[in-house]
Every structure is written in C-alpha cells, then in structure tokens.
Nanobody
Framework: QVQLVESGGGLVQAGGSMRLSCAAS????????MAWFRQAPGKEREFVAA????????NYANSVKGRFTISRDNAKNTVYLQMNSLEPEDTAVYYC???????????????????WGQGTQVTVTS
C-alpha cells in the first residue's frame, strides 16, 4: 500500500516563498512519476507540476512556470515543491500524487494518478 504525506504548508505573505514536501511509502518510488495538484475553495483540482521517476523530465502548469520548482530525492522517497514569488491566487490545498504507471511521463492529467496524500493548506496573504 502506498501512503503519501505532505508537509510544509502554512501562511505566507505575497512575494514570499515556501517549500512543500511529500514523503512516500511503498516500493519502487523511483519508478513512478509524481505530481502536485492544488484545489482552491469552490474550484476544481488543478495540475501544478509533475516530475518523471528519474527526475529528468518535468512539466509545469503555465500559471506557476518560472516561480515553482518540483524536484525529488529518490534516496529519501520524497518529492518537493519549491514555491517562490507566491501570489494570493496560489492559495489552495496542495496534494501530492503518484502516477498509476511507471510507463507514464510527467502528465498534467488527473486521471493518470491514483494515490493521493491528504493535502496541505497554503495560504498567501496580500
């Protein structure tokens, strides 16, 4: 069974930075692409960033490109999301998720992912 536990959320002022972490249990962590999604109140869950199993291929939503960086440490079974230049529009619950398949790339499609963490709240004040 795979478990994903996010941490690092909280309150930050606009323009600030925050780093989220997602610790994964289960086998073959390095074989699976991982991703971050987020969900703001009253909105659909949306893609933020994804990284391939090796870390060599990365995909970002246009809204975060140039501000957020996804990375992973396969030795620690952990994926990170470094968020800089935060904006109030980034306020959401952020979810870590694992791809269904080791053969997938770092997809932006929600249906490509099966295991999800419980989420961590990020609030950006203006």
């Amino acid at each position: 069974q795979v478990q994903l536990v996010e941490s690092g959320g909280g309150l930050v002022q606009a323009g600030g930075s925050m780093r989220l972490s997602c610790a994964a249990s289960g086998r073959a962590f390095s074989s699976f692409p991982m991703a971050w999604f987020r969900q703001a109140p009253g909105k659909e869950r949306e893609f933020v960033a994804a990284v391939s199993g090796s870390g060599g291929s990365i995909n970002y939503a246009n809204s975060v490109k140039g501000r957020f960086t996804i990375s992973r440490d396969n030795a620690k079974n952990t994926v990170y999301l470094q968020m800089n230049s935060l904006e109030p529009e980034d306020t959401a619950v952020y979810y870590c998720t694992r791809s269904r398949s080791i053969w997938s790339g770092p997809s932006s499609e929600r249906y490509e992912y099966d295991y999800w963490g419980q989420g961590t709240q990020v609030t950006v004040t203006s």
